[in-house]
């Protein structure tokens, strides 16, 4: 696996040129294109790690996914429905148009700004403050690290940035799709963009998954076989934006990307992968991150099809 | 198993009331909405029945997955896509929309009309004919069964009703996605959809899916494990039109369904599934028939997730 | 005159039955449907009064017809159709749709709230709240009075309602169509929407249009003869929001609807007239006023067509 | 007044090197783009002409106006409006989209080709070979000449060119906006289109337009005052396509463009203008021609604004 994984990483790190780190956050802006890196978490507990494995880098919407999975035990899935879906979109990931033409006017899926914003929104906690640290707290758990700090440099450029998603707020807000302060929700979804991880930390937490929520890094178990489930179905189908459809069919497992670089992968009952390459294709996954992860599928069948 | 199924199928005939049999092709319209029945085709051989999985009912879109597999056999993946994308959608079935308002204005999937249109039209064959006999071979030998016919009165219907279609394959050809006769290319189409088969056929069909190709019911081999994949995970995301991420969430199976009330599931490298309930919901999808998955995946712990 | 406006709003009155006063702003949602007025001001100076035109109202969308002017005002046209098209649209007043779908991403025209809103942002003015005065100047100046003010209950109302408005300015400060304070320009829109007119006020409004904008109330000019034509030209094809062409059609006379329930409508050359009937039809204008107006322009043969 | 057209041509003649003549119809991709002439038919009877007013061109859309006088003639406009709108709309001449998204599924309006081919299944005839002689007699009365002819070379081109408007009507069929034959339906659309005229035929039907019907070339009325006034309010709003809103501003006339060159302008109660310029701006309208329109409008004072 070492040798697989060195190997891949030198022959897909050509790919870190075709792409373009992430620009609308002036912060993003500065990370090092060139970089690639891989960490797998084997069930089991086998840890593989190559290339710029420990380099830091922020969730982004890799916290999307922890968001829903918070949002999923505090709710029952009929009455989160209520409020998004869980359809794929070909739209981009800060769409707002399907808000509006879509009769039922709620985010598509929980995987895009809108709808993880709204899932945010439904997370249990007295206060928004009560919601973040719920997720952060979940973060934590899955990546078997209390150590985890945001970044204060991108979370300021989040916020400075972050119009858009005031924009997809505000609209959500008018459709009572959210009823909450719309400045303290984006702060929490901005907050939790901004955690900074490693490759292990996300290959941990995407092993969580693998594993059905029943064991966590420390052992204890954090969430229901039918939760882990539904976030990995979500993940499979609308989990790399546009890209859903193109991940599915080279890759195959359940991933979410981030503008950060980070993918998360799942192998269901195999293993936890996370990569990072921060060179991004036009749709916002990590160009050389999908190479890499498309050529460790195929050489080893992790395909769930 | 054979007791699991028979129960299943009588605990969730009650769904087949809260549906409805398509109407818009009136042929359709005669189906009994009455109808559940399922076929399991374990790899190694084994046939489970139950319900009313005798009686007869037409592809549909089903037809859509051979003709795929026969268009990716015959072009490779980059020259398919540069005319049919593998993107989910959330709009319908037959929408034209996101022909016009994408900008590489090709069909955003090949489980879509547009998109099995414009497949079929890059399928090999000097004629048409030759390209409708390619793909109906094709499923003949999925379901190992030489005497598949099809329904001329669904066949006519289709053809007097098919306006929409029509205005799909006219945008198409406008743009140059196709570049031969409409009204033939249809007429293929049409025939597909026609193609009368019962539930074990499907399930059948279903199971050279699961065994990558490799297998069919005459024992020799179809397609190559990678079509397998990239079919089953295009199912995945896309199979059951706007319903397919609901059905990631809750059967967790790559599936195709056609408004003939048929859907055909697979469970990678362990079986193929036939289910007819020609009570659909609104989205096109067999209501009872969806039922039925959900229980069976729930219960076998089927999911690929 | 006289007596054919008494009977037109007498034999119109039936139409309040019909229509629904606007609701999403609480507030407006305690005018009596059942009113309805008309004010006429002829170049030259006769005024004619029917119905009940005294009822004071908000001028709510008809404030951009003078914001758009002041905008003409200080930028060219050609600096102005940068930020703002002057394109019909069929879709409704607050749509955000087209913002994202149009290659452009700019608001289609100044008469929806995009376009109103981003208007007001190029009005001169160091602050914002000289912006907002210079509009309110002008509004009084074509009113000839002095006394208007804002209703602050309506104000209120509109402030704590906007969000659907603040989802367009943030839209377009990420796009980068306006680069301001949101909150405080929509403070700006929203108070322009609250000043309090009657009947009489918007007739004479629409008197200055009439006369080019050569002459005001007051008898001095405010603004050039091409200032005028445009926003005249304006109103006629975007002023009535997706009821447009239907008004162009129907009473084929330049006018600008809020939905306050007021209409100001433009006889080139002719008269200014001020319509008030809060009952409004599903598009947002008002239903008797527009019947009211429709019966008028025939009888008079008022349309510029 | 010749003084003036002439020297009006001769300015504008520059602008015919910054369009490009129609490509998408093979034949009319022929055109010499360097063309500029122009025709007056003032009520009255003078008739005036400049530069290439001699050269023949085809209708094109600017039949939509004389197709849709005569479905108004034979359907009141309240039936007519049942399957047509009379919106604008920001879109393209030949888009699909609106169709498909707009809830009550029209054509927008009758001057984009959906709405002009519904606006000709609409009127009299008991054969399509009836309606067109309909719709051709009117042409040529309306221009005061029996000679006009069809160029048989554009019919034909247009015929095999017209999968975009096939695309449409199959569509309008789908959803029971027509019920004819599509095939012969589009043939009589793409005759009329195909119509020869020169730059004083087109005055001319525009005069009968200004005259609001009651007088043709000669002498006989040709329609209503009220159908008059209707046309030209949709000419107004809708005649020039996604530049519409454009043309009310810059030129301020009813007119209506077609993609041979031509553009029909009308200036009510005073005179009828017809323009030849092939050279197309990318919305398909003359650029050198509306600009001769834009500069004669504000000498003359033509604005009806």
Redesign the interface.
């Known amino acids: 696996m070492q040798n697989t994984i060195d190997r891949l990483v030198k022959k897909n790190r050509k790919w870190v040129k075709k792409g373009h780190v992430a620009t609308y956050i002036p912060e993003l802006a500065k990370q090092d294109p060139g970089l690639l890196g891989i960490s797998i978490s084997e069930l089991g507990c086998d840890q593989w790690n190559a290339g710029d494995w420990q380099v830091p880098f922020t969730l982004q919407s890799i916290a999307k996914v922890p968001a829903f999975i918070c949002a999923l035990q505090d709710n029952t ?1 009929e009455v989160l429905t209520r409020k998004i ?6 739209n981009g990931f800060n ?8 009769n039922e006017q709620k985010p ?2 929980p995987m895009i700004n809108s709808g993880a914003i709204a899932a945010i929104s439904m997370v249990s906690g007295a206060s928004l403050e009560e919601k973040f640290q719920r997720i952060f707290h979940m973060i934590k758990k899955m990546a078997g690290n209390t150590n985890l700090k945001i970044n204060q440099a991108v979370y300021c450029s989040e916020k400075q940035t972050g ?2 998603n ?6 959500m ?2 459709t009572g799709i959210i009823d909450i302060d ?1 400045e303290e929700l984006l702060d929490v979804y901005f907050r939790l963009c901004s955690i900074e991880v490693n490759c292990q930390d996300v290959a941990k937490m995407a092993g969580v998954l693998a594993g059905d929520g029943n064991f966590s890094p420390d052992g204890s178990p954090l969430f229901d076989t039918q939760t ?3 976030a ?3 993940m ?3 989990g790399m934006y ?5 991940f ?2 080279e890759v ?1 497992l ?1 991933g979410k990307s981030g503008v950060g670089g980070g993918i998360m992968a799942v192998v ?1 009952k195999k293993m936890g992968i996370g990569v990072l390459g921060p060179a991004l294709d036009i749709k916002g996954n990590s160009l050389a991150g999908w190479k890499l992860l498309q050529d460790l599928s195929l050489e080893l069948g992790l ?3």
Chains 1, 2, 3, 4 share one sequence.
């Open positions: 899935l879906s869980v359809a794929p979109t070909a769409s707002i148009e399907n808000l509006e033409t879509r598509l899926n119009d858009r005031r924009s997809l707020a505000y609209y807000k008018s719309v882990a489930k539904i990995k179905a979500v499979a189908t609308c546009d890209g859903s459809g193109d599915a069919v195959g359940p269901p395909s769930i099809f």
